[in-house]
């Protein structure tokens, strides 16, 4: 199973700063220790032709120059440099090459990305490029150019977002976008304060532990069987909905994180749908529950990943 990184990229945030950079280091590490049939790779730099299929040039420009007003910076939350305009075009780039491969595996990821908050022209709450916008078109593009039917139908993608926070950039930029399907499940009173219309929101009250969330993730997974037929899922396993988030407002244990991921993975399995997922968000009072959320997504991948490579051809 192929898994793409770009923690290289150390972004030089002033001290105090309550981004936990270090998380993605230290989940490489682990991944290594734990999972090491899992293939690391330093994650390509998203070209300007891959970015332009979700942003506005104006907005890639102002990115790789430096030249973003700083209230643009403020609402990233990172102060503009140039090892954070070559991260994001990595983490980008990362879930591209996660999609290639998962195409061809059944399951990859990328040790980042979930970059969800980003719009076409503005960057928000820490996600300056969206990953899995810019991935799915491009996913989109390459299965237009094998088609050889005039008029074949377009790849259908579905995006079950289940970070913390509402998915609002992806669902702003895929709105009116038959070929796309957005799902959310966040936390109702949690950022963005001021959400966008998805094709399915599930909104969940503070304090909403398993089986409540479970349950609502059940009923969500049906809607979107019912109203969507995928042939690539990229799932955002955020690990924000832990109980010991600092900015989750959620309540859910590791063992109802691990079966959240289970249902997931379950559901793309038993259609045999391509699966990418995206670490998305993580802020843990305490980061070894962050580390351990994440450890056991890539634990649960490697497993179906396990199955795709067992099903003949």
Known sequence: MHAYYAD????????????PMAKYRMLRDRIAQHLPGVVLQAAPSAPD???????????????QTGTLAPAAQREIGFPWSEAMAERARRSVGATVAASRSAWEQ??????????????????SGFCVFNDVAVAARRMQAEWRATQTRAGAAPLQVAVIDLDVHQGN???????????????????????PFRKEVSDLDVDLPDGCADGDYLQALD????????????QLVYYLAGADPHVGDRLGRLALSHDGLEARDRRVFDWAWQRRIPLVFAMAGGYGNDLEDTLAAQLTTWRVAWHYHQRWQNVPP
């Not at 032709?49 to 990115?63: G, K, M, N, P």
């Not at 059944?106 to 960057?123: E, P, Q």
């Open 169 to 191: 950039g992806t669902a702003r930029i895929f709105q009116g976008d038959d070929s796309v399907f957005t799902l959310s499940l966040h936390g109702a009173r949690n950022f």
């Open 106 to 123: 059944g399951v990859a990821g990328n040790l980042a990305g979930g970059t969800h908050h980003a719009y076409a022209d503005k960057g």
């Open 8 to 19: 290289q990229f150390v972004l030089p945030l002033p001290e105090g700063h309550r981004f």
């Open 49 to 63: 032709e891959d970015l332009a299929l979700a942003h506005t040039s104006e907005y890639i420009r102002a990115v």
């Open 219 to 230: 009923h969500a997974l049906t809607v979107l069987e019912d109203r969507c037929r995928p």
